[in-house]
């Protein structure tokens, strides 16, 4: 299969599930199937956007919109997502995943898979959630993220917590589902543990490491289409190693509302057992009605764009 080269053959518009690959930005698939797209179509105005920023230390479903899709984009961000987290008790991060290396510390030896089991149901339903601050909401215009970086840089990293609650607003977001998947012990850590493990019922693999309409941006340069997985991996992100300090980790399913933030829970749910918590590995399993099991690589959605065709 592959699309004609006109793109008026597409009233509506060209919705593509991709699956994003680890440590690329939301921004480098749009970036790589615009420059397909734009080839493809030979037209150089072509809308290309996303519905719903994954963080770059997650994989998984990400909608590419093209053309009059663009205008759906708000439409299907605003759908109901599901999350496979990975979540290591006994250690936090400023980011709260492994974008940070670890800050502080936390006892863990009474973290069981029935401890985490009876935490999980006070999560259900409707709550307010504050967002962590690196993130990409919107503070008086101004990116979360860009603050807590500016902080972090300056090696003020004890005042990042006061101002999260300082100048994050509160969401409100509902988690509908909550399922343990897996526990693993403290102690066997990930190589005997879920990095052997496979599919989990068809919603893909489990995660390996670390979860508003995003546009491309014209002025950034675009990635060629012949561009491999390996070389598009951002070098400037960062990837914390905490497989080696044994920590007890979970496998959760995670079913919730648009605006809900996986790494804010993994922080909530750690200090609701009385310890610390940081995501390990995220996948974004499902976003609205697009699954996991029926997304494209990217290689494959490049794919749809052949020259000639």
């Known amino acids: 299969m592959s699309f004609t080269r006109d793109i008026a053959d597409y ?12 440590r690329w930005t939301s921004a480098d698939v749009i970036r790589k199937l615009k420059y397909a797209a734009i080839r493809h179509f030979a037209k150089k105005n072509l809308k290309v956007g996303h519905a719903g920023t994954l963080d770059p230390l997650a994989t998984g479903v990400l909608l590419v919109c093209i053309g009059p899709a663009c205008k759906r984009a708000q439409e299907l961000q605003d759908h109901d997502k599901e999350y496979i987290a990975r979540i290591r008790f006994g250690a936090t991060t400023p980011s709260y995943d492994l974008e940070k290396e670890v800050d502080r510390r936390f006892p863990f030896e009474h973290i069981t898979r029935e ?67 897996d526990f693993i012990p403290a102690g066997i850590g990930v190589s005997e543990s879920v990095a052997t493990l496979g599919p989990v019922r068809g919603r893909g693999p489990l995660p390996q490491a670390v979860g508003g309409v995003g546009e491309a941006d014209d002025s950034e340069t675009p990635v060629p289409a012949g561009t491999s997985a390996s070389s598009t991996a951002s070098s400037r992100i ?54 996991i099991e029926d997304a494209l690589s990217v290689d494959q959605a490049l794919a749809l764009f052949q020259p000639g065709t």
Do not use: W
Request: a neutral charge; one cysteine or more; aromatic letters at 6%.
């Open 115 to 181: 401890a985490v089991e009876a935490a999980l149901p006070a999560f259900l339903g409707e709550q307010e959630q504050v967002a962590p601050l690196f993130s990409a909401k919107s503070v008086d215009g101004v990116r979360a993220y860009e603050l807590a970086r500016k902080l972090y840089r300056s090696g003020r990293t004890a005042e990042l917590d006061a101002a999260a609650l300082d100048t994050l607003h509160r969401s409100r977001i509902v988690i509908s589902e909550l399922e343990l998947l």
């Open 238 to 291: 960062h990837v914390a190693d905490t497989s080696a300090l044994g920590l007890p980790e979970a496998v959760i399913r995670i079913a919730c509302s648009k605006g809900t933030y996986i790494r804010a829970f993994a922080r909530d749910l750690g200090e609701a057992l009385g310890s610390g918590a940081h995501l390990g590995g995220l996948i974004r399993s499902r976003s609205g009605s697009f699954r």
């Open 11 to 22: 009233p509506e518009g060209i919705v593509l599930a991709v699956d994003k690959p680890y």
